[in-house]
């Protein structure tokens, strides 16, 4: 996907403050963090979101989510929420697929 920004930081075009990456996963720095720690892991794979996930694309979100629990010991986190947002009424922004780990003091309960 030549538009999606995620794309271009996984080809290295634009940089970002990588925590994890393996041969399908990619995790860094979310830019703007909503708590102490903010981080967004995400496919290599261009998946527009959960809600269009088929076939295949199944295993890669397994591999991403196994990896997401690898981020939290390594990241050395006691708790996290885990997020991810599916279309424009569920506040995504960006679509390309993206999990947000969000850890730190007390997170509200919603
Ligand atoms: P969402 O609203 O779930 O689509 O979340 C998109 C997230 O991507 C937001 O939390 C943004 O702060 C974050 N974001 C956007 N551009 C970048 C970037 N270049 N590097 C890191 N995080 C980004
Ligand atoms: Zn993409």
Not at 29 to 48: F, G
Not at 77 to 89: A, M, P, S
Request: aromatic residues 8%.
């Amino acid at each position: 996907m030549t538009d999606c920004i995620f794309c271009k930081i996984v080809q290295g075009d634009i940089p970002c403050n990588k925590v994890y990456e393996d041969e399908h996963v990619l995790a860094f720095h979310d830019i703007d963090p909503k708590a102490d720690t903010h981080l967004l892991v995400i496919p290599k794979q261009h998946i527009v979101n959960l809600m269009s996930v088929k076939g295949d694309q199944w295993d890669t979100v397994s591999k991403l989510l196994k990896t997401v629990n690898s981020i939290a010991q390594q990241e050395k986190l006691e708790g996290y929420r885990l997020i991810t947002n599916n279309g424009e009424q569920g506040g995504q922004e960006v679509f390309h697929m993206h999990w947000h780990i969000l850890a730190g003091t007390k997170l509200p309960g919603f």
